[in-house]
């Protein structure tokens, strides 16, 4: 499923770095697609990428494709930080959890009032100089 995209006009203050475990996963966003790895071990789902699964020993990996999906689990909204982050004034973090029972960090683009459990889903916002990917209300 692609995710849908916002473009912004504008440079990220920070650009997320792309190596060995993310690069895959910072690829196929700017394609409009949010990749989960998978343990080949026990099947255990993860995210953010890394070298080994949460679950348990295994080190090998498969990517699987999230359907872009979930519910809210809590937004909170930040009024105070570093310059870099402030420049657009207070913003937005949510917590979601996936339909694929991952749950994430993500730039909150919806209502700021949302309540638990409204039904989300992801987009990639893209920048002038890299992608990052967001959440908001899904659509009834
Ligand atoms: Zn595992």
């Known amino acids: 499923m692609t995710l849908p995209i916002i473009n912004i006009n504008a440079d990220l203050p920070s650009v997320p770095r792309s190596g060995h475990f993310t690069r895959q996963f910072w690829q196929a966003l700017g394609e409009g697609r949010f990749l989960l790895q998978q343990c080949t071990a026990c099947t255990a789902l993860r995210f953010p990428p890394g070298s080994i699964c949460t679950e348990c020993p295994g080190s090998e990996t498969l990517w699987t494709e999230a359907n872009g999906r979930g ?7 930040v009024h105070a930080g570093p310059p870099a982050l402030m420049r657009d004034g207070p913003y937005t973090r949510a917590i979601v959890d996936l ?3 991952v749950r994430l960090i993500a730039e909150w683009l919806g209502d700021p009032q949302a309540r638990f459990d409204t039904p989300i889903e992801l987009v990639v916002t893209r920048y002038t100089n890299g992608c990052l990917f967001g ?5 009834a």
């Open 135 to 139: 959440a908001r209300s899904l659509a």
């Open 71 to 77: 519910t809210l689990y809590a937004l909170t909204t």
């Open 99 to 101: 339909d694929e029972g």
